[in-house]
């Protein structure tokens, strides 16, 4: 896959990692549209390729009383305004068959959650609407077996295609990131690494996902020394109030710094 594939993905001859950032769902207007304005504003600064993410729905939930979403078509249209009034391109996850052809038509690339990366046909569904498609590796999955994954998309006639790692069971309440994975789905795809997500604490007895946000600059560091191609990671300027995986989003108010950082230590891996 090229960056440039990619539908209104500027800056993709800065040389730099590119970034997939937004809240971890849609759960209004102007908080989508706060949040990318933000975003955007750094990501021009430092040059960095951008694409907003926002779920519009969220089907893998702990508890049947979790925040799922606001309403299919008008989150998929919130995310075509944030797409519309800052000429970004927008990713969202699909969970069944029937939403890969509804939310291409709002959005640039389809993501396949990692629990349903196996699901050939949600996998195939997602490839033939020509979209790109975000894979992301199985907690329970090698990274050697990601190939077959990416796979199913290209016999789809569709090389538009990139995996993203978000850490593997450690236990039953934990999460690791092996670096090792980097290089060998790399040989795949462009890989991407889920910053937040690999800092999840699942399984809670509470019902209500943990997480170490605190370990997010540590992981993400890692990755871009690493030589990871892109970056994901779950943002709002109210962590402590969001309605999904508030407990391992960054901080709105954290973020340039972190990027500002990494970006420097992406220049200095440039020149090695």
Same mark, same amino acid.
Request: proline share 4%; net charge positive.
């Given at each position: 896959?090229?960056? &440039?594939?990619?539908?209104?993905?500027?800056?993709?001859? @800065?040389?730099?990692? /590119?970034?997939?950032? +937004?809240? *971890?769902?849609?759960? !209004?207007?102007e908080m989508a549209l706060r949040i990318a304005e933000k975003v955007v504003e750094i990501t021009n600064k430092l040059e960095i390729p951008y694409v907003f993410? +926002? @779920? /519009?729905?969220?089907?893998?939930?702990?508890?049947?009383? @979790?925040?799922? !979403?606001?309403? &299919?078509?008008?989150?998929?249209?919130?995310?075509?305004?944030?797409? =519309? #009034?800052?000429e970004i391109p927008t990713i969202t996850d699909i969970h069944e068959v029937s939403d890969a052809k509804l939310a291409a038509e709002y959005v640039d690339i389809l993501q396949i959650p990692a629990f349903l990366v196996r699901q050939t &046909?949600?996998?195939?569904? %997602?490839a033939e609407t020509g979209k790109v498609v975000n894979l992301k590796k199985g907690q329970f999955m090698?990274?050697?077996? $990601?190939?077959? %994954?990416?796979?199913?998309?290209?016999? *789809?006639?569709? =090389?538009?295609?990139?995996?993203t790692d978000r850490g593997t069971m450690f236990g039953y309440q934990d999460m690791i990131v092996d670096f090792r994975g980097?290089? #060998?789905m790399r040989e795949f795809a462009p890989t991407v690494l889920d910053v937040t997500h690999s800092l999840q604490q699942p399984n809670q007895s509470? !019902?209500?996902? +943990? !997480?170490?946000?605190? $370990?997010?600059e540590t992981i993400a560091r890692a990755g871009v020394v690493n030589n990871v191609d892109g970056l994901f990671i779950e943002t709002h300027f109210d962590s402590a109030n969001a309605k999904s995986d508030g407990a391992n989003m960054l901080d709105?108010?954290?973020? =340039?710094?972190?990027?500002?950082?990494?970006v420097a230590i992406r220049k200095t891996v440039n020149k090695l």
């Open positions: 896959m090229k960056l &440039d594939r990619i539908p209104q993905l500027k800056l993709t001859d @800065s040389n730099n990692f /590119f970034l997939l950032a +937004g809240p *971890c769902a849609i759960e !209004g207007e993410k +926002g @779920s /519009f729905k969220k089907a893998n939930r702990s508890r049947i009383d @979790s925040f799922t !979403g606001i309403g &299919d078509e008008k989150a998929l249209k919130i995310l075509r305004k944030v797409s =519309e #009034t800052f &046909d949600l996998v195939v569904a %997602a090698s990274p050697e077996s $990601m190939k077959h %994954a990416v796979t199913k998309v290209t016999d *789809c006639n569709n =090389e538009q295609v990139m995996v980097i290089p #060998t509470s !019902g209500v996902t +943990g !997480g170490r946000p605190d $370990m997010i709105l108010k954290h973020l =340039e710094t972190l990027l500002s950082n990494l």
